[in-house]
C-alpha cells in the first residue's frame, strides 16, 4: 500500500484509539476535556463547537498523517527511531504541547494534572498507533 493510504490508515485507527480515551477521561475523571468547543474557541467559532469536532478529526485522520510521513527520516534519528511505533509517539508529543498552550484550562490544580495526564496518555497512544498501524499496513 502507498504511504499516503498508510498514514491516513494510521490516523484513523489512532483518532479513534485517543478519542475513546478522551471519553473515558471525561467519563471516569468527571472533567471536561471537550475538544471540540476547545478547537472552536482557538478558532474564533466558539459557537460552533460541531465545527471544532470537525477539525479534531480531520486534522488526526488526515492532515497530522501527513505530516508524520513527510517528517520520517527526522523521527526516525530519535532514540529507538526504528520502531515504528516510537516514531509515532515522538511525533505526537509536540502536538501534546501545542494542546496544553493552545486549548488546556487552568492546570494549578489537581483536575489541571489529571487533564495534562489523560491527554498525553491520549496523545501518546494516537502517535503509537498510527506508527504501528502505518507500518503494518506496509506488506498491504
Same mark, same amino acid.
Given at each position: 500500500?502507498?504511504? &499516503?493510504? +498508510?498514514? &491516513? ?14 471519553? &473515558?477521561?471525561?467519563? /471516569?475523571? +468527571?472533567? /471536561? ?9 482557538? %478558532? ?6 460541531? $465545527?471544532?469536532? !470537525? ?9 497530522? #498523517? $501527513?505530516?508524520?510521513? +513527510? ?23 509536540? $502536538? ?6 493552545? %486549548?488546556? #484550562?487552568?492546570?494549578? =490544580? @489537581? /483536575?489541571? %494534572?489529571?487533564? @495534562? =495526564? !489523560?491527554? @498525553? !496518555? ?15 499496513? /506496509?506488506?498491504?
Amino acid at each position: 500500500m502507498d504511504p &499516503i493510504r +498508510r498514514a &491516513i490508515g494510521g490516523g484513523v485507527a489512532g483518532t479513534i484509539v485517543m478519542s475513546v480515551v478522551l471519553v &473515558i477521561a471525561e467519563v /471516569e475523571a +468527571r472533567f /471536561e476535556l471537550g475538544v471540540g468547543p476547545a478547537i472552536a474557541r482557538y %478558532a474564533g467559532v466558539s459557537d460552533q463547537p460541531v $465545527l471544532g469536532l !470537525f477539525v479534531f478529526l480531520l486534522a488526526g485522520m488526515v492532515l497530522f #498523517p $501527513l505530516v508524520f510521513v +513527510r517528517l520520517g527520516r527526522v523521527l526516525s534519528t530519535v532514540p529507538g527511531g526504528g520502531d515504528p511505533a516510537i516514531r509515532g509517539m515522538a511525533f505526537s508529543i509536540p $502536538l501534546w504541547v501545542v494542546y496544553v498552550v493552545v %486549548a488546556s #484550562p487552568d492546570l494549578t =490544580s @489537581l /483536575e489541571g %494534572a489529571l487533564h @495534562l =495526564s !489523560f491527554t @498525553l !496518555f491520549a496523545h501518546l497512544l494516537y502517535g503509537f498507533t498510527l506508527g504501528a498501524v502505518y507500518h503494518s499496513l /506496509e506488506d498491504v
